[in-house]
């Protein structure tokens, strides 16, 4: 689990403020797989109201100076909430944010609080690595496409999160991506080695993967994720065969996230 001692202790610091409309997500939360590759240099808070930010980001500054921290304000403007987290020669950035549409509830965890649930972590992940070109978030969408879900169906479940893209635009995006050279991820605090031109094929490979998924899936099903009651986590469906007789429902998103349900059906959105 790539945490530093630093980041751990600030968890542990601020968990007790954390709810299921107050939780760890980001990088941070993504990597805490034991098998994860990339130390993250900030930790993100979302919440599922505007105000709860502020009222989240007033409980831990009492919790942080209270136990020695110095928090020092870096940004403030209504929903989102930046400061820098310091104590002696350490520090790390903290981020508060409004976020409450999601396809799963938040996880508890005893580290962390509650956190975003994976699914949720890769797509949000899918959206990030579109929208700017950083290296973090193309070690990210690689460690999130072994872990969680393949390109294909987070692209297909993603743009339920931004009405901005369909996906076939969503994908033309991303393939504008992965164009990093290796002494921008010589930058970053990773775990283990990261071979940069290995990483590239197996971009080109998961585009390729992914259109492929894109265009055998009905289009009535946009945005939706597939769950495996058997297998018990989302899955990739098999193209041209029914969801009912892969033993597949479909699910769908909304303000707090759902539980999926064990039959393949549509889940009703609230």
């Known amino acids: 689990m790539p945490l530093t001692d630093f980041q751990r202790e600030l ?8 709810a299921p409309d107050s939780y760890l ?6 990597h805490f797989s034991p098998e994860s590759v990339r130390y993250s240099r900030d930790l993100d808070l979302f919440h599922d109201a505007e105000e709860r930010v502020a009222e989240a980001f007033a409980a831990d500054v009492a919790s942080l100076e209270e136990s020695g921290y110095e928090v020092e304000m870096i940004l403030s403007q209504p929903g989102f909430i930046r400061a820098l987290v310091s ?14 549409w999601r396809f799963m509830p938040v996880m508890a965890d005893e580290l962390g609080g509650y956190v975003l649930h994976p699914i ?29 879900l393949p ?4 692209v297909w479940a993603a743009v339920a999160k931004d009405p901005g893209y ?8 991303l393939r504008r991506r992965g164009r990093v050279r290796p002494e921008e991820v010589a930058r970053l605090d990773l775990s283990r080695p990261f071979d940069v ?3 590239k094929t197996r ?45 597949l429902a479909i699910h769908y998103g909304r303000m707090g996230g759902v539980l999926p349900r064990p039959t393949a059906q549509r889940l009703d959105i609230d």
């Open 203 to 247: 971009w080109r490979e998961a585009l390729e993967d992914a259109e492929r998924f894109v265009e055998r899936r009905p289009p009535g099903e946009v945005g939706a994720l597939y769950w495996s009651a058997k297998m018990g986590r989302f899955v990739a469906p098999e193209p041209d065969v029914p969801l009912d007789a892969q033993g």
């Open 25 to 30: 997500a980001g990088g941070t939360a993504l």
């Open 87 to 100: 104590r002696g020669e350490e520090a790390t950035q903290i981020d508060w944010a409004d976020s409450a």
């Open 120 to 148: 949720d972590l890769a797509t949000n992940k899918v959206l990030a690595l579109a929208g700017r070109d950083e290296p973090r978030d193309f070690v990210d969408m690689l460690f999130a496409l072994d872990t969680i």
């Open 166 to 173: 369909n996906p076939m635009s969503l994908l033309e995006q």
């Open 151 to 154: 390109l294909g169906p987070l």
């Open 11 to 18: 968890l542990a610091v601020t968990a007790r403020n954390r």
């Open 197 to 199: 031109e290995e990483a």
